[in-house]
């Protein structure tokens, strides 16, 4: 009986699991074997795929690799669970953006999605919640933060956290969070980062 597999080497499986399946595979014999006697404790599993926050992905891999059969079962439960509930989440958040665009667009504001959200405006994910996604990230000019917040208020969004007016230069906010009719965030940059980072932080130059 082989041995239980420690953390390092569960993490190692999921990476190469991901990096196969990124390239499109189909998923080598070793791999395949490698997954057929994967043994670790529950608690193992359920760390590398939850607290990592790779579940969705390892989710969408095991299906494109036509590895789900071949995984733990306890392990393919969970990251189809976790695979299915970010792509409904994309979904919704596919929709948002578009919606959003749309208005910044008609108002005439710049915009550019980042991070997750630049991966649904740019649609170069192989599948739709192979990127768990908990919100919207869009960057508009500074001087347009006023208009944009018009924006999104015109479409019932509600701003869930405003700036304190007596902060300290180093802690005053790059973005403002809205909270959609559903619940679900938007956050509105018009920084990069915070003020500490200097320079780097700064984002004026992406709309010449």
């Known amino acids: 009986m082989p041995a239980s597999l420690n953390p390092v080497q569960i ?3 999921l990476a190469r699991t991901l990096t196969v399946a990124l390239g499109g595979g189909p998923a080598p014999a070793q791999l395949v074997d490698r997954w057929a006697h994967a043994d670790a404790t529950d608690d193992a599993w359920f760390a590398a795929l939850t607290w990592d926050g790779v579940g ?9 690799l036509d590895l789900r059969e071949v995984a733990p079962p306890d392990v393919e439960s ?4 976790a695979f299915e509930e970010a792509r409904a989440q994309s979904v919704h958040l596919t929709a948002d953006l578009a919606r959003l665009g749309a208005a910044l667009e008609e108002a005439r504001i710049p915009a550019i999605a980042l991070k997750g959200s630049a991966l649904l405006a740019a649609n170069v994910a192989p599948a739709l919640g192979v990127r768990w996604m908990n919100d ?4 508009v000019p500074e001087g347009r933060v006023d208009d944009a917040t018009w924006a999104l208020e015109s479409l019932g969004y509600a701003r869930s956290a405003a700036e304190r007016p007596d902060a300290a230069p180093v802690f005053r906010l790059y973005h403002d969070t809205f909270s959609s009719p559903e619940g679900r965030p938007v956050e509105v940059h018009w ?3 915070p003020t500490r980072w200097g320079p780097a932080a700064q984002a004026e130059s992406w709309f010449d």
Do not use: E, K, P
């Not at 969970?78 to 669970?81: K, Q, S, V």
């Not at 919207?136 to 960057?139: E, K, M, P, S």
């Open 11 to 13: 993490r190692r499986l």
């Open 56 to 64: 969705a992905s390892i989710g969408w891999a095991l299906d494109a």
């Open 78 to 81: 969970l990251a189809t669970a």
């Open 136 to 139: 919207i990230d869009v960057l």
């Open 191 to 193: 920084r990069l980062g």
